[in-house]
């Protein structure tokens, strides 16, 4: 496994996934993989026996991960959820904001730029997965 | 107009520092084209035929007088002294550098505006009616809406990664100035019962499958529409097609899945998104509706114009609208000279725009997706003035919505993705109805030219539509019939083989002169030809 | 004939492979022939040019036609802009 930028508190699960098709048809496995046209909501059901997620993204501009991984946060998955593949520093913020706590980019990042990344939007326009106070609901906090 | 307040401003400046670092990797090498592309689209910037060409936001169509000076100063200052206005009410300019772009956004974002999400696969500027908030037919100002969902838009996670390209439009009439059938959503906002509430059209489009955009909901309220719009959204995302990308827009998965089923998918994940909290309260639209208040119009002032100069009397009548304030009047600023470049403004004419709306136009004007300028808070007793000064720089062609009031895309001219050039052609279709009279006589006539099957010269839409392609390494034009972006929505039908360039002219002087010869009373071209049918137009041209 | 052509990365500028750099004009284009692909991949991983590609000319009196009327335009410059044109000399529709 390639370098892998952790956001979560724990170390990243060590084991390798399974491919959701195998996953489905009776296995013990706790990590799954979703490739992109894999529908995320068939593992609602099993959410409590995950420890992780991996949501593949052969290219970087096909962002149907994006749904796959909000999904799973909407429905109360609070595992690892890790985006590996064609992802650059770019998506990083996306990234964090539809759930995603670990990825395997193809290519390492440059963790100062990854700092950079994330802290240049002080603050985010829409309520998504990751706990940030929207701007709009920001404008009533202060009134 | 909505002022941005503190979190907007850090928004801009943060995206404009994030894109400096990009172009500054680009710049070292330490990004490759194919890694940068995605993210210079996203702010706007194509690598196009002649150079970088950058599309600045116009939200809705709407800016300031200072604003307006702003984009004639970056036309000046980083351009060749022009800029061009779009079918999607933004400007975009054709000569710009890699290495002065961060500094035009820094200077954009210095005045609120921005070029955040005009390209790539995303949600781009959310369109709007030219004449909201000013028009006695609509039922509220649509702008706080478009505005809402500008915010909703902007950086969007979910959606920053789409099929394809994702447009919106929203209306409060039943009359449709904005094209809003033929957008991925088209909202049009209508009262029932006292609530306003939107019905929500989805899956319309133009380029290579034209479609006019199916009624998916009757009614979302104010409170709900943030969460319905991330429905379909949603839907789109997952399940629209990427296989090929002529076939990956929104309309196509409508299309394909058929309107009943892609609403079923909406209400369903609707349903789920409504328990998400992804809606502001009203509150907030409350908060953008008092920038979209009624001005302070002076009352008790003339509503009677002195139409004693002829000259101006054919503007007047041509070019001004019925405001729903009396003793004011809404102006169309006509971009296209007879022999001009349709949409395209020197940055002269830019600043003087923008010294007149602040003279005249209570500092505001508007964008029309006809690549034309509005004023829309003119005095009745400032029209003469105003059009003497329009007059003295080129800019009261009385043209509005006659033949000469082309669209044009850039075409081949300016665009890597176009056929064959779309301006020559206008530009000779223009000098041969040139005579206001003969105009006049003709009547409304949207005459629209694309230069390829991407058609952002809205072709399908034209009550007479040109099509641009590529025959053997020659131009050759499509003429189509019968197309309407009103509330009418229609899509054009090809009349038959094409046409050089001095062919097309010919073509469409001989369907005006059959509609001329036949029309009844009353009867726009368009309305001739769907009474008459193809049949004796097509006769009319090939015998 | 063949040319290699691109944009500068700074600038955006058309520019023209010469044989020993690259010009904004072009009549100093010279035919790549069977090269075309290795000079692109070396210019290109040189970061001397950006987004190139290869295309068909005629070579001609004046100097190197591209064959398509995109590729003219774009040696030339808009039709409609002939103040703009970069080379105003290109012929844009074929006699």
Redesign the interface.
């Known amino acids: 496994m390639g370098d892998v930028l952790n956001f979560r508190d724990s170390a990243p699960a060590s084991e390798t996934p399974v491919a959701l098709a195998a996953f489905l048809g009776a296995s013990n496995a706790t990590a799954v993989r979703i490739e ?1 046209g894999e529908d995320a909501r068939a593992l609602l059901a099993h959410l409590d026996r995950l420890s992780l997620v991996e949501v593949t993204f052969p290219a ?5 991960g ?2 796959a991984a ?1 999904i799973l946060r ?1 429905a109360g998955y609070t595992g690892e959820l890790r985006a590996s593949g064609d992802v ?1 520093v ?2 990083l ?3 964090r ?2 759930g995603f706590d670990t990825l395997v980019p193809n290519a390492p990042l440059d963790p100062a ?1 990854v700092e ?2 994330l802290s ?9 997965v990751d706990g940030r106070t ?7 906090e202060e009134a | 107009m909505y002022l941005y307040d503190k979190y907007d401003q850090a928004m801009v400046d943060a995206r404009v520092e994030e894109f400096r670092d990009q172009a500054r990797r680009r710049l070292a090498g330490e990004l490759t084209e194919d890694q940068f592309k995605p993210l210079r689209l996203m702010n706007g910037l194509y690598l196009q035929l002649h150079a970088y060409m950058l599309r600045v936001a116009v939200p809705y169509g709407t800016l300031s007088g200072r604003q307006m000076r702003m984009l004639g100063h970056i036309a000046h200052k980083y351009d060749k002294d022009y800029g061009h206005f779009t079918t999607r009410q933004n400007i975009q300019y054709n000569w710009i550098k890699l290495e002065d772009a961060a500094d035009i956004l820094a200077d954009l974002a210095s005045v609120e505006m921005h070029a955040i999400q005009t390209s790539g696969n995303c949600i781009r500027n959310i369109s709007s009616d030219q004449y909201a908030g000013v028009s006695a037919d609509e039922v509220t100002d649509p702008r706080p809406w478009a505005e809402l969902l500008r915010q909703w838009s902007s950086f969007h996670p979910e959606f920053s990664y789409l099929p394809r390209k994702f447009k919106i439009a929203v209306i409060a009439s039943q009359e449709d100035r904005a094209a809003m059938r033929l957008h991925d959503i088209g909202l049009e906002l209508v009262k029932r019962d006292g609530v306003v509430g939107a019905r929500v059209f989805v899956g319309g489009g133009m380029g290579r499958t034209p479609m006019i955009a199916p009624e998916i909901r009757d009614f979302v309220t104010e409170d709900e529409i943030i969460s319905y719009v991330e429905a379909c959204l949603r839907v789109y995302n997952r399940y629209g097609r990427r296989d090929n990308k002529y076939k990956a827009r929104v309309k196509i998965l409508v299309h394909e899945l058929g309107k009943d089923e892609y609403r079923r998918q909406v209400e369903e994940e609707f349903a789920h998104m409504k328990t998400l909290g992804l809606d502001p309260p009203v509150a907030e639209l409350d908060r953008i509706r008092t920038y979209f208040a009624d001005p302070a119009y002076e009352t008790g002032i003339a509503d009677t114009v002195d139409r004693s100069d002829p000259d101006f009397a054919v503007w007047l009548d041509q070019n001004v609208a019925a405001h729903k304030q009396p003793g004011y009047a809404i102006a169309t600023i006509s971009l296209k000279p007879v022999g001009g470049i349709p949409g395209d403004a020197s940055s002269d004419q830019i600043k003087l725009m923008a010294d007149l709306a602040e003279r005249y136009s209570l500092d505001e004007l508007r964008v029309t997706h006809a690549q034309n300028i509005v004023l829309p808070y003119v005095k009745k007793a400032d029209l003469y003035a105003l059009w003497q000064e329009l007059d003295a720089a080129g800019l009261a062609p009385a043209n509005l919505d006659l033949i000469t009031d082309i669209i044009a895309c850039p075409g081949l001219d300016y665009c890597s993705l176009a056929n064959a050039r779309s301006i020559p052609v206008a530009q000779k279709i223009a000098n041969r109805f040139a005579d206001i009279g003969r105009q006049q006589e003709l009547g409304e006539l949207k005459l629209k030219i694309s230069g390829c099957i991407n058609a952002c010269g809205h072709h399908h839409a034209g009550h007479i539509g040109i099509l641009g392609v590529d025959r053997k390494g020659t131009e050759n034009y499509q003429l189509l019939l019968g197309g309407s972006g009103a509330e009418d929505a229609s899509l054009g039908q090809i009349t038959g083989p094409g046409f050089d360039e001095n062919g097309i002219v010919d073509a469409i002087e001989t369907v005006t002169n059959l509609y001329l010869r036949e029309r009844s009373e009353g009867e726009r071209f368009l309305d001739t030809y769907r009474r008459l049918g193809m049949a004796p137009f097509k006769e009319a041209i090939y015998g | 004939m063949k040319l290699l052509t691109g944009n500068d990365l700074a600038s955006g500028d058309v520019i023209w492979w010469t044989g020993n750099g690259w010009s904004r004009h072009v009549g100093d284009a010279v035919d790549v022939a069977d090269n075309g692909d290795a000079l692109l991949a070396s210019e290109s991983a040189a970061r001397r040019v950006n987004a190139a590609y290869i295309i068909d000319a005629d070579a001609t009196a004046a100097g190197p036609l591209p064959t398509h009327i995109k590729e003219r335009i774009r040696a030339s410059g808009p039709t409609v802009r002939t103040d703009l044109a970069i080379n105003p000399e290109i012929e844009i529709v074929k006699a």
């Open positions: 992109p970087f501009g096909d962002g149907r994006y749904s909000r909407e650059l770019d998506q913020l996306a990234m904001r539809v730029i950079t990344t240049r939007f002080a603050d985010v326009y829409q309520k998504a929207p701007i709009w609901a920001k404008r009533y």
